[in-house]
């Protein structure tokens, strides 16, 4: 019997962004190991860039596909084109961009010469857009492993820095269990519904009496503490704080960022797809995890010098609201998590960003006393950073209210109105911190302190995320119908 | 031109005079010229405001100049303005205060950033009056911390970073059971009508509910508006704000902020949720009746001027409570006229504070003594303010404590009669603390200070003028008044309480 190998069919422009990253990062290693010393930092930041307009160019073709022919499945199924993976997608184009050039700025402020930070970033970020439209727990694993390869050596990327070597190795270490996690939890739902495809297993789920729940429910709470490990659940979160301290600073922000995108994406998929049947098993579960999260995040936080340890448990607390949506399993909870994630993105990048310019050269200073009167002295940089602070806490006219609005909204429309009070009460814990940075900034006993040089790339990304935050705190509707639309064109 | 447009101006033009404060920052006095020009302009529209409006505009009950527009269906968003005779008022107190912080709390110090704060937070308050969409109305309410944040923390006295920061979080904690409380019935009313997400208040005021969803909706308002107003026990933010405040910051803290929480508590607690109305009354009632005590007792052994204001004015929002929950129509007239009163009072006692801070480096009580020699006008004005705190009448505060106490009297005696004491000890700590400061004999920096300037005199004309035009003369006020609480009382318990 002669065995042959079936190509499935593949609908190219649905993997058309994940090849452009692959092919970018690709591109620029062979470019680098063949012409030695001659890929400058200039070009590898501007096949970046290049990279990330072609995706956002291509993410407007998919949704036009999308929004004419349905959504679809591709490569045996395992792929999926739909609404959400288009936004996904396009929200991790965009946040490549910016952290590409603040980077940019960083390494050449770094004298770090090559192009090994945009090969790294550009592959793991093939690995976040992998995860937004996999429909395949296989495919999910990949794009995971894909996303943390890439991120374990850029985050001890600095070898100046001791504590960059020990916040890669502890984020290797733990990430592999999370990643040996994930695949169990994926093997023992295999066993229980017979597939590894999300749609097939929520067909099963849908059509059948699960002979073995017991597995089923192991499987399913393995995955959720993979990922959950990925976006810094508590208590899975305490990787968090030292990595994003130890790691260079534009690569925190990638990790804000960009990860947080691929992994809920994947998480909603995963269980409103495939386990939206058993909607009632894991909501529990994510309640005691959303409540864990907000607090934690936002108590722990009150108590932190460092404005990275700080910026950790925030983007833990954060993570704690975009949960909020996951929770709530209905449309509009997808629809809320996705908004929260297109509009945190930009905010965190470009703080980020900032924090980057005020660690200097060395990426050390970054203790809350360093922006002491930084807006008093530099009106713009300071005042922008308020603005993203300010997001960040929810206060009305920037886009952060919005977005917690929605989840709020979600969760309360799906009958969680205590969950939403304690969610919002830990925002109220979080304004401490928030509002003690921001009065730190309007210090006036420091005006005599050192100007932070703002680079031209590093100052318009921080002007994108100033200007993303005040335009949609104005004016959230074409975000808002936006990010409705693509859960609507939802895979079910 | 469509009515609105008032509304909408009313809005815009302290927006455009907060920008405008910025362009000219590079001249030195020049943003202050700025801001008092807006102001002017912003008072002045609101007076026209105050002739125009007209309490039987066809189909719209007693709503004037109403407009609506969605902004975002699948937010629930709008722009929604309308005025009634309730938020008339604070309309205009809301543009006085704005023109008596610039002219009487003049602050030098970062001189454009002070006026363009206080313009935006004029806009954000006319905002929180002016919505007639519960949402829209929390975005602003949220609004106004960021402003009032920065003011207390820019120009406040040495406590002020500790004591903005527990103004923004005691406020933005208690605005975050509203906010639930908001969406929640907006939810409520969406599975109600199968209908689009809306906050609009005359969608939201008919939506039907248990009486155990309506107390605890009614609560989870209640303690918003509680934090804010404030209502004894959550009161404790206040005093330490209000003396750490500068002087603009303290008038706008308790003259129009302090406002949003009782005119929220009358309109969204009261007017959306009347069915808890039955189980809530008592017990707001009771808190009330704790405050005008407790403030008045505080207020007595409190040791600067300022915190004397903050503790009677935490006695003074008591008496308003006590008129919004009484459930008579005589004592919530009252109530809304004492939000007036009750502003107009404070500007008069912060500004005289302000100016004699100016003039002593100190507001600590014993450290002034005798100054009604070296400064006999301040001691006249400061008795007049002082008198109608008190409720003498012929001046202001009398009409409307008055009305609140009758109207209590009618319907919970027993509350009225305890609130009566409280005049008496607003009679006592006042007098006590006048006898202090301006009484016996003024020596060392005391029998020094300056008396009150011509500008600082004419500062203070309009609120001596208020006080006993409102005292002798109440009637256009009331009329206004009346109709919409009429209204509202109606929409609350359709049968009786007519008393």
């Known amino acids: ?492 | 031109m469509h009515s609105s447009v008032y509304l909408l101006l009313l809005l815009v033009v302290p927006l455009a005079g907060a920008l405008a404060a910025a362009l000219v920052r590079k001249t030195e006095g020049r943003s202050y010229v700025v801001g008092v020009a807006t102001a002017a302009i912003e008072m002045v529209l609101a007076l026209l405001v105050a002739i125009l409006y007209n309490d039987h505009v066809k189909n719209a009950q007693t709503w004037d100049f109403a407009t609506r527009h969605v902004l975002s269906v699948p937010l629930g968003l709008a722009y929604d303005v309308a005025l009634d005779g309730i938020s008339l008022f604070m309309v205009v107190l809301t543009a006085l205060v704005l023109l008596l912080a610039l002219l009487g709390g003049r602050d030098k110090r970062r001189e454009p950033a002070f006026v363009g704060w206080l313009l935006l937070l004029t806009s954000f308050t006319m905002g929180s009056f002016l919505s007639h969409d519960v949402l829209e109305f929390f975005i602003f309410f949220e609004l106004t911390l960021v402003p009032s944040y920065f003011i207390i923390a820019g120009w406040g006295g040495a406590q002020r970073a500790k004591a903005a920061l527990k103004f923004f979080i005691y406020t933005f904690a208690g605005s975050a059971f509203l906010f639930i409380g908001i969406i929640y019935l907006g939810f409520l009313n969406q599975h109600n009508t199968q209908g689009a997400l809306t906050f609009s208040y005359s969608a939201l005021s008919s939506t039907s509910m248990s009486h155990g969803t309506a107390v605890w909706l009614f609560i989870a308002f209640a303690i918003a508006f509680a934090v804010k107003s404030p209502i004894w026990p959550l009161h404790t933010w206040s005093p330490i704000s209000y003396a750490e405040a500068p002087t603009g910051g303290s008038i706008e803290l308790s003259a129009v902020l302090a406002k949003l929480g009782s005119y929220g508590l009358l309109r969204f607690a009261v007017g959306l949720f009347p069915l808890a109305l039955s189980t809530m009354r008592p017990i707001l009632l009771t808190l009330a009746v704790i405050g005008i005590l407790y403030g008045s007792l505080v207020a007595c052994a409190t040791p600067d001027l300022k915190r004397l204001v903050a503790y009677s004015s935490l006695a003074q929002m008591g008496f308003i409570t006590l008129g919004i929950m009484a459930g008579s129509k005589i004592a919530m007239v009252g109530a809304v006229l004492l939000m007036f009163n009750h502003g107009v009072i404070t500007i008069g006692f912060f500004l005289i504070i302000g100016f004699l801070e100016q003039r002593r480096g100190t507001i600590t009580i014993k450290d002034m003594t005798g100054l009604q020699g070296p400064a006999p006008v301040f001691a006249a004005l400061f008795t007049v303010v002082m008198l109608a705190s008190i409720g003498l009448p012929g001046l202001s505060g009398f009409v409307s404590e008055y009305l609140i106490l009758i109207g209590t009297f009618g319907t919970h005696a027993w509350w009225g009669g305890v609130a009566t004491v409280g005049v008496l000890a607003a009679a006592v700590y006042l007098l006590w603390v006048y006898q202090r400061v301006f009484q016996g004999k003024a020596t060392g920096a005391n029998a020094e200070i300056k008396d009150a300037s011509s500008k600082e005199r004419w500062v203070l004309v309009p609120v001596i003028a208020l006080i006993i035009v409102l005292g002798v003369f109440p009637k256009p006020v009331l009329d206004r008044i009346t109709p919409s609480v009429q209204q509202l009382i109606h929409h609350v318990a359709p049968a009786g309480a007519n008393k």
């Open chain 1, 1 to 492: 019997m002669t065995s042959t190998i079936l190509i499935p069919s593949i609908h190219y422009l649905a993997i058309l962004p994940v090849l452009i990253f692959f092919g970018a990062s690709l591109g620029l290693l062979l470019m680098s190991a063949l012409v030695k010393d001659k890929v400058t930092i200039n070009w590898a930041t501007g096949i970046t860039v290049v990279a990330s307009i072609a995706t956002l160019v291509v993410a407007y073709f998919q949704w036009r596909c999308v929004a004419n022919t349905g959504p679809s499945t591709t490569v045996a199924h395992a792929v999926v084109l739909d609404g959400f993976a288009v936004v996904g997608t396009a929200v991790i184009a965009a946040s490549v961009l910016l952290s590409a050039l603040v980077g940019h700025d960083w390494a050449k402020r770094e004298r770090i010469a090559g192009a090994d930070f945009h090969i790294l970033a550009l592959a793991s970020s093939a690995g976040a857009l992998l995860m937004v439209q996999a429909n395949d727990l296989i495919v999910i694993f990949l794009g995971l492993e894909i996303l943390s390869i890439g991120l374990y050596v850029l985050v001890g990327f600095d070898r100046h820095r001791d504590s960059s070597a020990e916040a890669s190795l502890k984020y290797f270490l733990l990430g592999g269990f999370a990643s040996a996690i994930f695949i169990y939890g994926a093997a023992l739902v295999y066993g229980a519904t017979g597939s590894t495809n999300l749609s097939s297993i929520a067909y099963f789920l849908g059509s059948n009496e699960v002979l073995r729940p017991g597995l089923l429910y192991a499987g399913g709470a393995l995955l959720l503490i993979g990922f959950a490990f990925k976006i810094a659940a508590v208590p899975f979160h305490l990787w968090s704080p030292d990595v994003y301290e130890g790691a260079p600073t534009p690569v925190t922000g990638v990790m804000a960022s960009i990860v947080k995108v691929g992994a809920f994406g994947a998480l909603l998929r995963v269980l409103i797809s495939a386990l939206g049947t058993q909607l009632d098993t894991w909501r529990p579960i994510l309640f005691v995890l959303v409540v864990l999260t907000c607090v934690v995040g936002a108590s722990v936080a009150l108590v932190q010098r460092n404005v990275k340890r700080l910026l950790a448990y925030s983007s833990i607390n954060q993570a704690g609201f975009m949960l909020l949506g996951v929770w709530s399993g209905s449309a509009r909870g997808v629809a809320s998590t996705l908004f929260y994630l297109m509009t945190y993105a930009p905010v965190v990048i470009a703080t980020f960003a900032i924090v980057t310019l005020v660690g200097g050269t060395g990426d050390e200073l970054h203790s809350i006393d360093h922006y002491k009167g930084l807006a008093r002295r530099q009106p713009w940089l300071g005042g922008s950073l308020a603005i993203l602070l300010l997001s960040q806490l929810g206060a009305p006219l920037t886009v952060g209210f919005y977005a917690k609005y929605t989840v709020l909204a979600a969760t309360v429309d799906s009958g969680g109105g205590a969950l939403a009070l304690i969610a919002i009460l830990s925002a109220a814990i979080a304004a401490v911190f928030y509002l003690r940075w921001v009065l730190t900034l309007y210090a006036d006993d420091d005006l005599e302190g050192t100007r932070v040089v703002v680079p031209l790339f590093t100052g318009k990304v921080i002007a994108v995320g100033a200007i993303v935050t005040v335009l949609f705190g104005i004016w959230p509707g074409p975000l808002v119908t936006w990010a409705q639309h693509a859960t609507l064109l939802f895979l079910p």
